[in-house]
C-alpha cells in the first residue's frame, strides 16, 4: 500500500517541534522550563466574555451546528471593529468570514485559490502557515524578504520579471511572526499599487494588530484606497483578548477572496461551537479595557525582557511590536546555528525558544522569544542565560550588574 503521499512529501521536517519535544519531556521529568517558545498567552479572556460563554452554553438548543461562515452577530461585530479602528466599511454579508483561527483561514483561502504549479510570493523568514499553506495545495514559492523596505519592492519586481509562470498570490503579515518588524500605510499603498499593476491577490495577516509599542496605531491595509479590489486581511482574537485555544479569526475584504473561502469552508466545516462565538461578540462589542491592558503588559516584558538578557550578555533588538522578540544568536556562538543553540539553551538554561531557521533558511542565526512568561520568570530566565553563556566561555557583565 502506498505510504508515501504527495504532499506529505513536500512538507520538510518540522524543526520547531524538535524542540517542542524535548522541551516536553524535560517537563515530563520534573524540570522546570521557562517557555518562550511557543506564542500562547498565558493570560484569560476578560471575565465577561467568560461569562457570555456559559451563559449561551447553558441554553439548550446551543449545542447543534452553527454557521460555516460565521453568526450574523459575530460578522457585524468584526465590521464594527474595522469602522472603529481603521475607518474602513465592509459589508458583513459580502466581505466578512469567521474562521478557525486566522491559521485555518490562511490555509483554507490556499486550498480554494491555488492550483498546482501556481507562484506565490512569501515572505523568509515567515510563520510556516505562510509558506506551507500553499506548498500543500501544490504550490511553488518564491522568497522575499520580511523587511518592508526598498529591497522588499526590488524582489518584487525580480520576482514578476524572471518567475514563470508569472505569480499569482503574495502573502504578507505585519507586525510580523516571528521578526516583529512593521509596516506603515505608505508601504500598504505600494504593494496595492503593485499587486493591481500586475493582478495578483495580496493575502495580509494582521494577527497581532493591536500590540503595540511606538504608539503609532499598525495600519490595515484595507485602509489604502481600492485595497478591496486585491487584498484580503485575517485577524485573529488569540493575542488580542487573551482567547489563543477559543480559535476564533475573520477574513475580510474583497468579495471574490472571500466567496472562495466561504465556499471552501463550507465543505469542510460547521464553524465554531455558537456560544464561542457568542463569547466572540461579547470581547468585540464589550468593553475594551483588555486590548490596553495587553499591550501595556507586553510592552513591560519586552522591556525587563531586553533589559535582563542584556544584563546578562545577550544583547537584543527590542521589538516596536507583536509578542516577540526576533533575537541574533549571541556572537561568540553564532557558529552553533539557531536549532543546536536552542536545544542547549533548553537543556543547560532551562529556557525554550524558538530557532529562526524553523521559520525559513533566512532565518537561520536568530531565535524567536515569546513574551509569554511573567516579569519574574523572564529575569530568572535572564540568570539561567548568564550561567549558560559563561559555561560557554563568553564574556558577561560582571555578577554584580545583576540580570
Do not use: C
Not at 521529568?29 to 466574555?49: A, E, K
Not at 515567515?126 to 529591497?151: L, M, N, Q, W
Amino acid at each position: 500500500m502506498q505510504d508515501d503521499f504527495y504532499r506529505i512529501k513536500r512538507l520538510p521536517p518540522y524543526v520547531i517541534a524538535e524542540v517542542n519535544a524535548m522541551r516536553a519531556a524535560a517537563r515530563a521529568r520534573g524540570d522546570d522550563i521557562i517557555d518562550l517558545g511557543m506564542g500562547n498567552p498565558d493570560l484569560p479572556p476578560p471575565p465577561h466574555v467568560i461569562a457570555k460563554l456559559a451563559e449561551v452554553a447553558a441554553k439548550p438548543d446551543a449545542h447543534g451546528y452553527s454557521a460555516s461562515k460565521g453568526i450574523a452577530g459575530l460578522r457585524r461585530a468584526q465590521s464594527a471593529y474595522y469602522e472603529r479602528r481603521f475607518g474602513v466599511d465592509l459589508d458583513p454579508e459580502t466581505e466578512v468570514v469567521v474562521t478557525l483561527g486566522s491559521k485555518e483561514g490562511l490555509a483554507n483561502l490556499a486550498q480554494a485559490i491555488t492550483a498546482p504549479g501556481d507562484v506565490v510570493l512569501a515572505p523568509n523568514p515567515s510563520y510556516p502557515i505562510h509558506t506551507f499553506g500553499f506548498i500543500i495545495a501544490g504550490a511553488t514559492i518564491r522568497s522575499v524578504p520580511t523587511t518592508p523596505d526598498e529591497k522588499y519592492f526590488e524582489a518584487l519586481e525580480r520576482a514578476v520579471r524572471f518567475t514563470v509562470p508569472r505569480p499569482s498570490v503574495l502573502v504578507m503579515g505585519y507586525p510580523s511572526n516571528p521578526t516583529a518588524e512593521v509596516a506603515d500605510l505608505a508601504f500598504y499603498e505600494r504593494v496595492v499599487a503593485f499587486a493591481k499593476k500586475h493582478n495578483i491577490w495580496v493575502l495580509s495577516d494582521l494577527a497581532y494588530s493591536e500590540i503595540y509599542f511606538d504608539g503609532v496605531p499598525t495600519p490595515s491595509i484595507l485602509q489604502v484606497p481600492g485595497a478591496k479590489d486585491v487584498a484580503i486581511e485575517f485577524t485573529s482574537m488569540s493575542k488580542t483578548y487573551s482567547m489563543a485555544g477559543w480559535r476564533i479569526g475573520f477574513a475580510v475584504g474583497n468579495k471574490t477572496l472571500i466567496s472562495a473561502l466561504t465556499r471552501v469552508k463550507s465543505y469542510l466545516d460547521y464553524g465554531a461551537f455558537t456560544p464561542i462565538q457568542a463569547a466572540a461578540v461579547a470581547a468585540l462589542n464589550g468593553p475594551q479595557d483588555i486590548v490596553q491592558q495587553n499591550r501595556e503588559l507586553y510592552h513591560r516584558r519586552r522591556d525587563v525582557m531586553v533589559e535582563a538578557f542584556g544584563r546578562a550578555g545577550w544583547d537584543i533588538p527590542p521589538p516596536r511590536a507583536s509578542m516577540f522578540a526576533w533575537a541574533p544568536l549571541p556572537p561568540a556562538l553564532a557558529h552553533l546555528g539557531s536549532l543546536e543553540f536552542s536545544k542547549q539553551l533548553l537543556t543547560q538554561a532551562g529556557v525554550a525558544v524558538a530557532p529562526g531557521v524553523g521559520y525559513g533558511e533566512d532565518g537561520e542565526g536568530f531565535v524567536r522569544i515569546a513574551l509569554v512568561e511573567n516579569e519574574q520568570r523572564l529575569r530568572q530566565a535572564a540568570r539561567n542565560i548568564r550561567k549558560y553563556l559563561q559555561s560557554m566561555g563568553v564574556n558577561t557583565p560582571s555578577a554584580n550588574a545583576g540580570a
